[in-house]
């Protein structure tokens, strides 16, 4: 059993995997100021709550898009596990072969969610991942990253319309029960999830019309829950994706 964490811009995500299989799935909110003894607490307490013992965990492995946390998290775990701990980056092996004019510039979230769908989706294939920015990970048929897309995520969105329109305020991410709002809330959470529902279809048939045929659809990330229901295209809801995938690459590189 390993300890899996990614660090994004607005939730730290922690599972236990066990091969294939997480043991839990857990979030604490990303906090930059926070120490290593202060994420070390917050990570054990989370292990504590699931009775996992230090002595089960052979190692850890961490993936994060905000390098001022990372090399903190990486000592707090190691403080915690008392073993070196792996960060995908520079030197990692994944297995994967990326097709875009700078490969150092690819996140290390969309190399293992990559690395964890080639593993258990059929190609060619789609991956949404949806929290503070909304990306797409483009694979070909023959397992090949050739590209993707970032736009807003759904909560940058609504904050930024927010901050801008005056009269109105901030909403819980629900759908209402039409998508005609009837008052000023029902139509911000109409057209906050079934514009990204919409948004999410259309580009997959714009990039299936450049893949030249169809393609599966994978959806992970802190939002997806809320927007893939509303989807008429058919996706994949796959909430560990990430988590999968760094058990497959921290299982490459074991010595």
Known sequence: MILAIDIGNT????????????????????VRTKTELEYAIDIKNVLDIYHIRNQELEGGIISSVVPQITTVAKMAVEKILKKEVLVVGAGIRTGL??????????????????????AEYPVPMLIFDMGTANTVCVIDKNKNYVGGMIYPGIGVSLDSLTANASQLGGISLEAPEHIIGKNTVECMKSGAIYSSAAAIDGLIDRLEEELDGEVTVIATGGLAKKIVPYCRRKIILDDELLLKGLAIIYHKNRK
Request: glycine share 8%; hydrophobic share 50%.
């Open 11 to 30: 939730n730290i995500v922690i599972g236990c995997m066990d091969g294939n299989r997480a043991i839990f799935v857990e979030r604490l909110s990303t």
């Open 97 to 118: 072969n990326i097709r875009i004019d700078n490969p150092a510039q690819l996140g290390s979230d969309l190399v293992v969610d990559s690395v964890a769908a080639i």
